[in-house]
């Protein structure tokens, strides 16, 4: 009778739907807790944004936000901040426009452009014109990897302060203007040159009668231009050999890691009971299918490993015959040496742990004893002298295992080994070296 009242209670309650109800109820007030998550991190979005003081930190803002901005709640709170974004942009914009007509206008006046302390003219204006570029360039760059800026503010909001003297026009008046310092002074800068080198190197003043350095000065001034050109193009050189080495390096670094992910995937037991079951016995069926292919990936995986070990050597340009590279092969081969370790400790102790009689196991072999008049005789054989017998079958097991360390060449073959199995003192005595 209980059972009978438990199932109508059951079907009421689901005749009632109430535990639909119940569901609903918590779906709403889970998504009532989300929303208010949602506005409170709207209101950090606000304050936070109207205490930016410029284009960089408000970009900076939007970085931490990320797809955060992209929730409903958050983007209806932000999405009147993107005008003032764009406002902010366009005063930067002015003020590059007015900087550079000043600078202009200042360079008409005086005959050279203005420049920093300590710099030769045309390095110095190069330099300048490449900071107001960049002073302009990059907060427009982030506009362009704000992937929801366009669904929140219209595009031509953005790009209603981009017309007359725009983005586009400045840097390409900043383009042309580099573009003709350097042409002006290539112009010169040789004709000028091979004057002064057919004059003599010192001179007599004929007011002061002091000897001078016979040199004229606006050649002497494209002397750190060329130095500065010399120095940005080795410096471009340096930086490029640099990538290449740390693209190199990671690459072999990823390979070592791949090496470690690959002799990780070896520690599994080879030999368990039918169907993994504890109760089962161990499955002798399917020991020699498990066996090969075991053997099969651990052979694939030995391929894969001397192919990474040898474009680890093209990456890092390395001398097979130097001592520094067969160091760095003892390393990867210590690696590959722990993993064979690792894979037959594992098979090892699964038949230890369901063997070992205080752990209360169900047995993991199975001897029957059968009545052959007048013996009694153990099928299979007890007797260690007996072939095919008990001890020869475990023997058997335990070489299988051990000789999946026989089956990848040696990464160190300095070390004069073959493989990784030696033998030398008997089976299943074959140990790795």
């Known amino acids: 009778m209980g059972q009978h009242r438990n199932v109508l209670r059951l079907h009421e309650d689901f005749a009632t739907l109430r535990w639909l109800k119940d569901f609903e109820q918590d779906a709403f007030g889970f998504q009532q807790k989300v929303e208010d998550i949602d506005r409170r991190l709207g209101t950090v979005f606000i304050q936070a944004f109207d205490d930016a003081s410029d284009l960089e930190h408000a970009f900076k803002l939007l970085d931490m936000f990320g797809s955060l901005l992209e929730r409903p709640v958050i983007a209806a709170d932000a999405a009147d901040k993107y005008s003032v974004l764009i406002s902010m942009f366009s005063r930067a914009l002015d003020h590059a426009r007015l900087i550079y007509s000043r600078h202009i206008q200042t360079e008409l006046k005086l005959g050279s452009p203005p420049v920093h302390k300590n710099m030769p003219p045309v390095a110095g204006a190069l330099c300048w014109a490449r900071e107001l570029r960049a ?35 400045l840097i390409f008046f900043l383009c042309r203007y580099q573009e003709k310092l350097y042409a002006d002074w290539s112009q010169t800068v040789s004709e000028k040159s091979q004057y002064n080198l057919t004059q003599p190197l010192i001179r007599r003043d004929p007011e002061t009668k002091l000897v001078t350095v016979n040199f004229d000065p606006q050649v002497r001034t494209s002397f750190p231009v060329c130095w500065w050109a010399r120095v940005w193009d080795h410096i471009s050189m340096v930086m490029d050999d640099v990538h290449d080495l740390e693209q190199r390096i990671q690459k072999a670094k990823n390979n070592v890691e791949e090496i470690q992910t690959i002799v990780g995937s070896w520690a599994s037991p080879i030999f368990v009971r039918r169907d993994c079951k504890t109760e089962s016995l161990l ?42 590279w067969k160091a760095y092969v003892d390393y990867v081969d210590e690696i590959v040496l722990d993993g064979f370790f690792t894979a037959i400790e594992c098979s090892l102790k699964y038949l230890l742990e369901n063997t070992d009689p205080k752990a209360g196991l169900a047995p993991l072999f199975e001897v029957q004893l059968d009545l052959v008049i007048p013996d009694l005789i153990f099928q299979p054989s007890l007797d260690p002298g007996t072939n095919d017998g008990f001890y020869d079958m475990v023997e058997g097991l335990l070489n299988d295992i051990y000789r999946i360390s026989s089956l990848v060449p040696r990464l160190a073959e300095h070390s004069g080994f073959l493989h990784y199995q030696v033998r030398g003192c008997g089976a299943p005595s074959c140990w790795w070296q």
Do not use: T, W
């Open 135 to 169: 002073r302009i360039q990059v907060p427009f760059d982030h506009f362009r990897r704000i992937p929801h800026l366009c669904v929140s503010v219209p595009a031509k909001l953005l790009y209603d302060h981009l017309d007359s003297f725009s983005l586009i026009n």
């Open 283 to 324: 499955s002798l069926e399917d020991c020699q299918d498990r066996l090969e292919r075991r053997y099969s990936l651990v052979r694939e995986s030995g391929q894969r490993i001397h192919l990474l070990v040898k474009e680890n050597q093209s990456l890092l340009l390395a001398d097979p015959a130097s001592d520094i």
